[in-house]
């Protein structure tokens, strides 16, 4: 059954919260304990993990956005539920809520300067009551921003309570053990030596007229609780001094069997957060007796992203996540190919590759389907019947794509020559900009590398990608009989807004003829 997640009140005096970070998508599996997201407080940033489990069907605050506490954040349940009554918030009360009437109060004390109020909060969406697990400040103790308070119990979990006042301990509401409704009077922190007895007494806080409550589920046997502690607690040693550290430093200090004992916290306060555990990295000299430690050492170097890394991650980003790619695999005879430049290059002082007969190849197919070599914009698709054809040229920070202009007027020789001369000077950092700019279709080759079947993303402007693969020997049937042959695997990588599967498909069959008739290219 789906459960509605509401916006928390994550301070006592928090009225809205801020979605900083989804730490979960739509579809995600949820677990009991799960960070959902970073909520922004109007204090801090804090974790926000969910108290159901099941599959995350709805997010109703999107990242970056602002909403009241109680404002529908999220929904959970089982896949392919229907919740649309529960987005539009038509769902009925179910048998665990009731409704009270509570007439509002009005608060007569006076309030001493510098003196606040430190109210029961309410720490998950169903949380209608608190119980003092533990106290970790006593009257009369310095608090400080950030400093835990306590150790909140409520219907779901022991959860530590941040304080978000600095100031001297006055005052404690509740001892450890004791339950009180959210909002009631938990602490009060002020200047040393302030009397707040009167303040203690008669405080009452406002609260609406409407208050929806949930019936607490029966208590566990103190038995079980103490179980479900020690399964939730992450490896710690036995150490005299109180560790902090985040839920979600916490989970993943679990999960890897660290000791946060060992780690120096980066947060407010000393605190350790999700980084400091992440970051981690053991010291076998100082491993504490019955703390399991990995006995190999994780390191890591971080290399700033260069200009060209960050192009290359921009650009293939958007074409990837904007243009509908679907991929044509093929596999092409190259016996005939392997005689052609044989013989080619025999003649004095001429050197071709197979790349060039590629790229003539695919220059002449071109000029025949030109739905290929076209480029889509949002209102209409633009046929190219000049071909430019960009040459995927590796480089030491990336990848750069110069282009051989009219390659389907060139000869093998001019092709060769120019994308040679474009190889040796893109790896100088000598190309320039005019020179990789204009293709209307791009050929990435890593068949020099042996590998034998790949695929690329698309170079946008461009509707089409064509990624070659290795000459491999291999046994083949030809004539009914099996004989030594040579093939080659290309795969086409096209935009599906512009090229249909049809047409590309009649593409690489024309492209086919000339690669396995190479005499053709000369024609």
Request: net charge negative.
């Amino acid at each position: 059954m789906a459960t509605v997640i509401n916006m928390p009140r994550l301070s006592d005096t928090m009225e809205e919260g801020v979605v900083a970070t989804w730490l979960k998508q739509v579809g995600d599996k949820i677990e009991e304990g799960d960070i959902l997201a970073e909520i922004e407080t109007d204090k801090a940033t804090m974790e926000f993990e969910s108290f159901h489990e099941g599959v995350l069907l709805y997010i109703g605050v999107q990242e970056g956005e602002t909403a009241p506490v109680d404002t529908l954040l999220a929904i959970v349940g089982d896949a392919d539920e229907d919740i649309s009554a529960l987005i539009k918030g038509e769902a009925a009360p179910t048998e665990n809520t009731k409704e009270e009437i509570v007439k509002p109060t009005t608060n007569t004390v006076t309030i001493p300067e510098g003196v606040t109020i430190v109210t029961m909060p309410r720490l998950s969406d169903t949380m209608t009551d608190g119980t003092v697990a533990t106290w970790l400040k006593q009257i009369g103790d310095t608090v400080e921003e950030g400093d835990i308070l306590a150790e909140i119990e409520t219907d779901k979990a022991t959860m530590e309570f941040e304080s978000f006042q600095e100031g001297t301990l006055l005052y404690v509401g509740l001892q450890e053990g004791e339950t009180a409704p959210v909002d009631s009077v938990l602490a009060i922190i002020g200047p040393p030596g302030t009397d707040v007895s009167d303040l203690a007494k008669n405080y009452t806080k406002e609260v609406p007229t409407t208050v929806k409550e949930t019936a607490k589920p029966n208590a566990p046997k103190k038995e079980e609780k103490a179980v479900q502690k020690q399964e939730n607690t992450p490896v710690i040693a036995n150490h005299s001094t109180r560790i902090f550290a985040s839920p979600l430093a916490k989970k993943i200090a679990n999960d890897k069997g660290i000791d946060l004992a060992t780690l120096k916290g980066s947060g407010e306060n000393g605190r350790i957060i999700k980084k400091d555990v992440e970051n981690y990295t053991p010291n076998t000299s100082t491993t504490s007796v019955g703390v399991f430690v990995p006995s190999g050492e994780e390191k890591t170097e971080d290399i700033a992203n260069s200009q060209m890394r960050k192009v290359i991650a921009r650009r293939l980003g958007e074409s990837k996540f904007t243009a509908p790619h679907y991929y044509l695999n093929v596999e092409f005879d190259m016996e005939n190919a392997i005689a052609f430049r044989k013989q080619f290059n025999s003649i004095p002082d001429t050197r071709i590759s197979f790349n060039d007969i590629i790229v003539k190849a695919c220059a002449l197919a071109l000029k025949k389907h030109p739905q290929v070599n076209s480029q889509w914009f949002d209102t209409h698709i633009q046929l190219n019947y000049h071909v430019n054809i960009g040459v995927a040229v590796a480089v030491e920070d990336g990848l750069v794509v110069p282009v051989v202009p009219f390659a389907n007027e060139k000869t093998l020789p001019q092709i060769g020559a120019e994308v040679k001369d474009y190889a040796v000077r893109a790896r100088q950092k000598k190309l320039t900009p005019k020179e990789m700019d204009g293709s209307t279709f791009t050929i990435s080759n890593l068949g020099m590398f042996g590998i034998e079947s790949f695929t690329s993303i698309i170079n946008q402007p461009n509707s089409a990608i064509l990624s070659v693969g290795a000459i491999v020997e291999k046994p083949v049937v030809k004539e009914r009989q099996l004989v030594v042959g040579n093939t080659m695997k290309l795969t086409l990588a096209c935009d599906h807004r512009t090229v249909d599967g049809a047409t590309g498909a009649q593409f690489l069959q024309t492209l086919k003829e000339y690669i396995e008739n190479p005499v053709t290219l000369l024609v």
